[in-house]
């Protein structure tokens, strides 16, 4: 038992090394793995990170010019980020919130950024 | 009505009450100092009306309806000892009365089919069998030394009986150790965290409000022995409350300085330990 | 006839991390007999193996569990190298030994505080997982995961440590070892750790053999089994030699756990200093894979065995897994026939770290 007890002691005098989560968050460190991002005005729609990708997240469609991710099935390996050969996706360190949004990246059109959110159940139809 | 109704309406009242207030804070204050005591920050203060709270607006799902009749008696039986012992009555019928609850709690575990439930309630029975030998060996010492059976009778009595009494009071540690549910006693509810074996022991099929009339009953149950120990100094309560906030750190510290044990090895503690040194003290004073 | 209670330990039991089914037959709390339920968390991984090209499966191996698999991905990359004749650059092997080690220490916590959680002490469960996270921020600051390294590529590494990152990795392990120093005395010594742990759920040497025991359970038991002896990666160059009990009871194999921690430090340590220059990962170009070969790396809990057949196409015929926990399976249901209940989750179950998800894939 006393073993125990100096530790004890200690720990009641020290700062906690927990945090309040929510409110506390660590800073990720540079090089982790947090969410992947393609910037559509360089992609030429090559297919590469749709056929490297483990889990199939990626779509790629030549003809559509579109480029659907589904952030459900990514497994956050950087793959994609590899292949690429024009380097358009990006890895960031922050990790994304779980979403049932798929992120589609579209050239030319839509609001002139190139960039729609839109839902998966409308995906479908 | 006579003025004693009325007085004593008003005591209980207050009793209730502040046992309420004070025994959600105490818990609260135990799991802010526990997590402190593990390098966390801890929750809240007031988390356990929280989670009270949060646990009665639940839906109401029972095994069976004897549930909620166990757990009522459970809470009322813990009121009522706390009651009557802050009214000074008489300190056996007040035990048993507290031992009532216990009954009630262990019957609970009983009624339903989960084995672990039943086992943590056979095991409930073992800790009772430890510590109740103990409180009674106690209150025949303070009768020995005030004279008297009644709690009313101690803060009259010139001296602390801790003076008289110190085998008991070390004996009692134990005893509270077993009621409080701290490890390394704590092999039967799982009250705190030994959920390792028994699932949540006698709790395991307590959900919502049920859940929650236990968790109240639980911090009456507290209040109730940590009162009965500051009886060890009933003159001065500055000191008794000295004597119970250091007893509190004390079970704290002990809590997370060891792991839990066997029923058998609790029984030996309880027994040889607790019942000797009660024991010991008890025949001294009649020599 | 005494009364026969029959518990359902499992699948949601607050010891297991994960689904495990063990039917105990009680009689008070006397265990008389054990019986496995395999099979909640099948998830079919061997086969979508063979599914997906060889180089994309090194990611879905990875997933076959979250404790070890940084060792899986090594031992499938390994035996895909071996069908392709490929040697890995050095300084990718000591990287490897790095993570590999890494991997070790942050299982070896999680199954220690699991452990002090079983026995009812919590306070040194908190200790123990302060302690992981100091390893679990050196994870991922070199590998960019905390649970799923995604380092290990066929032909070597993905990404390189730095130099300069190394060295502060190296800082960040020592204050680990020195909270560790705090802690290990505890478990060791602890008056009720051992009064709890100590000559329960015996497996002699000869029993040991005979049911197939691996890992740190065969080797609290007197064999001298460790597959990092075989000196894949970096282990050939490093100086160690495996950590071995003789008495074989619960208590031995914490005290093999405990030592293995420092001795994973220690290890780390020296391929920090060995680390040689050069690249850390080869191309693979044009190489397929052809034949069949078996290969076996030491997990946290054991010898993990890959089978893997190719036919010198991208995909693969077959993957066969064989984990360390479904080994010392049948060691646990000795430990158990004649148990107390008490001693069940704690020290029988426990024991032998359980990793189920591995287990069924
Ligand atoms: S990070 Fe991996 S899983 Fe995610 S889209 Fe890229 S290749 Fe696919
Ligand atoms: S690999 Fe790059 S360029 Fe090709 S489709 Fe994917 S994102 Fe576009």
Redesign the pocket.
Known sequence: MLEMLGNVIKNTLATPATRRFPAVQREPFPGTRGHIR?DSD?????????IHCPPDA?V?DRQDRT?ILDPNRCIVCGK?VE???????TMFPHHRAVTRVRIREIRGEDDGRGRRLEPMATKEE | MNPLFWSWSAVTIATVLGGFLLGGFLTGIDRKLTARMQNRVGPPIVQPFFDVIKLWGKERVMVNPMQLLYANTYLFFSVASLVLLILGWDLLMILFISAFASVALVLGGYSVESPYARIASQREIIQIAAAEPVLVLAMVGMFLVTGDFTAAAIPEHPRPLLVDLPLVFVALLIAIGIKLRKSPFDVSTSAHHAHQELVRGIYTEFAGPTLAVLEVGHWFEMIFFLVFLGLFWAPDWRIAGLLLTSTFILELLVDNISARYTWSWLLKVAWVGGMGLAAVNVAWLYL | MRQRTVIPFGPQHPVFPEPLQLKLHLEEERVIEAIPVLGYVHRGLEKLAEQKDFVQNVFLIERLCGICSFMHALCYCQGIESLIGLQVPDRARFLRTIWAELARLHSHHLWLGLLADALGFESLFMQVFRNREIIMDVIEATTGGRMIFCSCLIGGVRRDIPNDLLKETIARLDQAEKLLDQIAPVILAEYTVKERTANLGIVTKEQARKLGAVGPVARASGIAMDMRTLGYAAYGDLDFAPIVEEAGDCYARIVVRVKEMYQSFDLIKQAAKRMPKGEHALPIKRLLPDGETVVRVEQPRGELMYYIRANGSKKLERVRVRTPTYANIPPLLHMLTGAQLANVAAVAVLSIDPCISCVER
């Open positions: 393609m360089c992609c030429i729609f090559c297919k590469r990170c749709e990626i790629v480029w994609c292949v690429c050969p024009k380097d358009c996706i």
